[in-house]
């Protein structure tokens, strides 16, 4: 199980991400409003902006102050902050 940091200590585990998406557009406003409805919505920005929508295989839906490209870079094994377990 490779767990990916997100920021502020926060982790993910990486074979659960199905998608990283930026939350500017509208679609993507809504899609978080309907997830909080639903109490899918993990806020993992500690009052900071969203920057990452990580959509999760359980449906959870997972926000992140880190950029999408940040994210994507520390899945690929570009970053010495994830760890393995």
């Known amino acids: 199980m490779k767990l990916v940091n997100i920021g502020f200590g926060n982790m993910v585990v990486s074979s ?7 939350p500017d557009s509208a679609p993507i406003k809504r899609f978080l409003s309907d997830a909080k409805t639903r109490n899918e919505l993990i806020d993992a920005t500690y009052g900071r902006k969203t920057r990452a929508v990580l959509v999760l295989d ?4 997972v ?4 950029h999408p490209e940040t994210i994507a870079a520390r899945i690929e094994g570009g970053d010495k902050e994830e760890e393995s377990y």
């Open 63 to 66: 926000l992140s102050a880190l």
């Open 58 to 61: 359980s449906g959870h839906i």
């Open 16 to 22: 659960r991400i199905v998608a990283i998406i930026s």
